[in-house]
Antibody, heavy 120, light 106 residues
Framework: QVQLQESGPGLVKPSQTLSLTCTVS??????????WSWIRQPAGKGLEWIGR???????NYNPSLKSRVTISVDTSKNQFSLKLSSVTAADTAVYYC????????????WGQGTLVTVSS | EIVMTQSPATLSVSPGERATLSCRAS??????LAWYQQKPGQAPRLLIY???TRATGIPARFSGSGSGTEFTLTISSLQSEDFAVYYC????????FGQGTKLEIK
C-alpha cells in the first residue's frame, strides 16, 4: 500500500520561498510509470494542481504558477519536493502531494495534506 | 483553456434518497474524468475514474456516467457517510478540478 506524507514549515514569511517534501512509502518512487504531483487547497475553496514530476525526472507546471514553482525528486530518499518562491498571503493553503499513473489516469494516492500559512 | 463547471454548488438531500451531481467541461475531455469525495480535514478520495469506473473499494451505490463534456455522479441511496464535498477532475489535459458540490443533509 503506497503512502505519501507531506512535511515542511507551517509558516512562511511573505516574499520568501515555501519548501515542502513528500515522502513516499510502500513502493519506490522511481519504479513504474508514475507522475508525482503537488496540489493545493485554500481554506474553504477548491483544488488547484501545482505541478508534477515524472519518474524520469521531467516536470510540468500549472501555467499560472510556472514562474515560481520548482519540483524535484530525490530517489535515494524516496522523496519529491516543492519550492514556491515569492509567496504572498494568496499562497496560504493546505498542500497535498499525490500520485497518478500514466498520462490518462486520476490521482489514486494522496498525502494527508499540510497547512502552510504565509504571514509575517 | 478547459473550464470545469460543477452544479449545483450545494445539494440538499435526505438520507436514503438519490443524489445526482453534474460536471460540465468547456471542451471535450473524452472519458478522462474522475470524481473525488472530500470530507472535512481529509484529503480527497478517488471514487470514479474513466467517467464510469469505480475505484477499488468504492460501494456500488456510487456510479458515474457521461463522456465528452457532460458528466454525472449518482449516489443511489445516500448514507450518512456520503455527505461531503465532491469534485470532478479532468485529466485529458493538465489536471483541472471543478469547484466542487457540497452534498448536505436535508
Amino acid at each position: 500500500q503506497v503512502q505519501l506524507q507531506e512535511s515542511g514549515p507551517g509558516l512562511v514569511k511573505p516574499s520568501q520561498t515555501l519548501s515542502l517534501t513528500c515522502t513516499v512509502s510502500g513502493g519506490s518512487i522511481s519504479s513504474g510509470s508514475y507522475y508525482w504531483s503537488w496540489i493545493r487547497q485554500p481554506a474553504g475553496k477548491g483544488l488547484e494542481w501545482i505541478g508534477r514530476i515524472y519518474t524520469s525526472g521531467s516536470t510540468n507546471y500549472n501555467p499560472s504558477l510556472k514562474s515560481r514553482v520548482t519540483i524535484s525528486v530525490d530517489t535515494s530518499k524516496n522523496q519529491f519536493s516543492l519550492k514556491l518562491s515569492s509567496v504572498t498571503a494568496a499562497d496560504t493553503a493546505v498542500y497535498y502531494c499525490a500520485r497518478k499513473g500514466s498520462s490518462w489516469s486520476p490521482f489514486d494516492y494522496w498525502g494527508q495534506g499540510t497547512l502552510v500559512t504565509v504571514s509575517s | 483553456e478547459i473550464v470545469m463547471t460543477q452544479s449545483p454548488a450545494t445539494l440538499s438531500v435526505s438520507p436514503g434518497e438519490r443524489a445526482t451531481l453534474s460536471c460540465r467541461a468547456s471542451q471535450s475531455v473524452s472519458s478522462n474524468l474522475a470524481w473525488y469525495q472530500q470530507k472535512p480535514g481529509q484529503a480527497p478520495r478517488l471514487l470514479i475514474y474513466g467517467a464510469s469506473t469505480r475505484a477499488t473499494g468504492i460501494p456500488a451505490r456510487f456510479s458515474g456516467s457521461g463522456s465528452g463534456t457532460e458528466f454525472t455522479l449518482t449516489i443511489s441511496s445516500l448514507q450518512s457517510e456520503d455527505f461531503a464535498v465532491y469534485y470532478c477532475q479532468q485529466y485529458n489535459n493538465w489536471p483541472l478540478f471543478g469547484q466542487g458540490t457540497k452534498l448536505e443533509i436535508k
